[in-house]
């Protein structure tokens, strides 16, 4: 029996275009040999590239300015901790079998149960390419006079042609940008801190609005800062979206294999933690110079500052200035943009059974960051990423519990296992240790158990399935 059913060629071509592994970049499998080609260096630089961010100056300016500096350096390590404690087994597994966080969560939360998990992880890529791309916004609005409202259609349409290509074009775009972001990057910063009137021993003593309390560590005002910044740890996912392209591990000279992971996985916060830092400092700066509250701890503010030390021209500061933040930008947001499109074709293609191709799902997601962004979600940056570390947390911990306690202990497998066939649909282990951290935690979070857990729920929903997940694996076993 013959169809007459007719095919347009546009459309035999998009369906090319979208069964090409190459383009889509192996969207819902593991990562072939013959795609791992990029050497140990151009993975770890492409990796390491995206923490340019700049709304990690963002988040440790608003810090500094409401819970003072103390706390916010206190939280600023303990996050440096969770980072390497979660993103190192995250990563080591992830380059070992050349996955995906969607592929490595799988065996631990069930074929449809990880449907949960890339929904949490795209939440995530949208949120922060908002934010990013709002910063990137303000630069358009010093530089040209733009609206908000255009600079952010402006921010988030321009990423789309550097991402359609997947890894291969990232990886130059990463590459060739990196030598210009890097002396754009350190040019303030000498003139800065060499300067006479650098202040950086008051910077130290800063009490922010917290008042007398900022003065010294208080653990209620640490547990607030830290709740913002542990939504950072979610940053691992995008990380591990360039590390399972990395080589197999050789026989020999195995420690540069092992760097290339480190540098490239939870490596990166130690860089991350320079700008928080920095963006700390340049906060209290702009705040001593009589720039307002309000604009502050925002990066484009921040820069133009740094870059008056260095000219006295004030159209080369703005054009310095925004240049710098408009490539920095353009570095995260493409990873973002990238991260996204394969956490949204892992999610729909289990929910709707259909893959429609990864661009597809690529310019979702910049529309729903779009979205975001004109609803005004900059303003909301703290309260937001407050709540949102508790279920990140709540579900990496379950993915490294399973990770470090329950394979060593024989109550998983020993390898990662992602094929359905081999799968629950819903695996209790994962979802079930999710589900009590993130109930803990939120419940913490609001309230519920006092003031100081209030401050901790973070902390609360990170800890939880390491108990949780080895005490339901063997139940789940039988």
């Not at 754009?184 to 801190?193: G, K």
């Not at 570095?331 to 259909?354: C, D, E, M, P, Q």
């Not at 399973?402 to 990662?416: A, C, E, V």
Request: with cysteine; net charge neutral.
């Amino acid at each position: 029996m013959h169809s007459n059913q007719k095919i347009l060629s546009t459309r035999r071509t998009y369906n090319k275009f979208a069964a090409n592994e190459m383009m889509e970049d192996f969207a819902l499998r593991f990562t072939a040999r013959r795609a791992r080609l990029w050497s140990l260096s151009r993975i770890a630089s492409t990796a390491l590239g995206i923490v340019s961010f700049l709304v990690l100056e963002a988040i440790g300016g608003a810090v500094t300015l409401n819970y003072g500096f103390v706390n916010s350096a206190w939280a600023i390590l303990a996050v440096i901790f969770v980072v390497f404690l979660t993103g190192l087994p995250i990563s080591y597994y992830a380059a070992k079998y050349g996955v995906d966080i969607d592929l490595l969560s799988r065996g631990g939360f069930g074929y449809i149960g990880s449907s949960i998990v890339s929904l949490i992880y795209a939440s995530f890529t949208f949120i922060f390419f908002a934010l990013e791309a709002a910063i990137m916004s303000m630069a358009l609005q010093i530089l040209f006079g733009l609206p908000l409202s255009i600079g952010y259609v402006i921010s988030a349409v321009v990423v789309i042609p550097l991402v359609t290509h997947g890894i291969a074009y990232i990886s130059r775009f990463q590459v060739w940008t990196q030598p210009i972001w890097i002396v754009l990057q350190c040019l303030p910063l000498f003139f800065v801190f060499t300067h006479e009137d650098s202040q950086l021993q008051e910077w130290l003593s800063f009490t922010g609005k917290a008042g007398e309390e900022g003065g010294s560590f208080n653990l209620l005002l640490f547990g607030a800062a830290s709740a913002v910044l542990l939504s950072l740890v979610a940053q691992i996912g995008e990380q591990v979206d360039f590390l399972r392209f990395l080589p197999e591990k050789p026989k020999k000279q195995k420690w540069r294999w092992w760097c290339a992971l480190v540098v490239a996985g939870p490596g990166w916060i130690i860089f991350g933690a320079l700008k928080l830092f920095l963006g700390s400092f340049l906060a209290y700066l702009a705040l001593e110079q009589g720039i307002s509250a309000d604009l502050a701890d925002d990066p484009a503010h921040m820069y133009q500052l740094a870059y008056g030390y260095v000219f006295d021209n004030a159209d080369l500061v703005v054009v310095f200035s925004c240049v710098f933040v408009v490539i920095s930008q353009l570095k995260i947001n493409v990873a973002n943009a990238y991260a996204g499109s394969l956490a949204w074709s892992n999610f729909f293609s289990r929910v709707t059974h259909t893959h429609p191709g990864r661009v597809v799902w690529m310019v979702f997601n910049v529309a729903i960051a779009l979205l975001l962004m004109e609803l005004g979600i900059y303003q909301t940056i703290e309260s937001m990423l407050s709540v949102y570390s508790v279920i990140v947390l709540a579900w990496l911990s379950s993915v490294v519990a399973d990770l470090i306690i329950n394979k060593p202990l024989g109550i998983s497998p020993k390898h990662i296992e992602f094929k359905r066939s081999h799968l629950y649909d819903i695996n209790p282990v994962g979802v079930g240790s999710m589900f009590i951290a993130s109930l803990v935690g939120f419940t913490a979070h609001f309230g519920r158990y006092g003031e100081t857990l209030q401050a901790l729920a973070s902390f609360l929903a990170c800890g939880l399935p390491f108990i949780t997940v080895p005490l339901i694996g063997p139940v789940n076993k039988r």
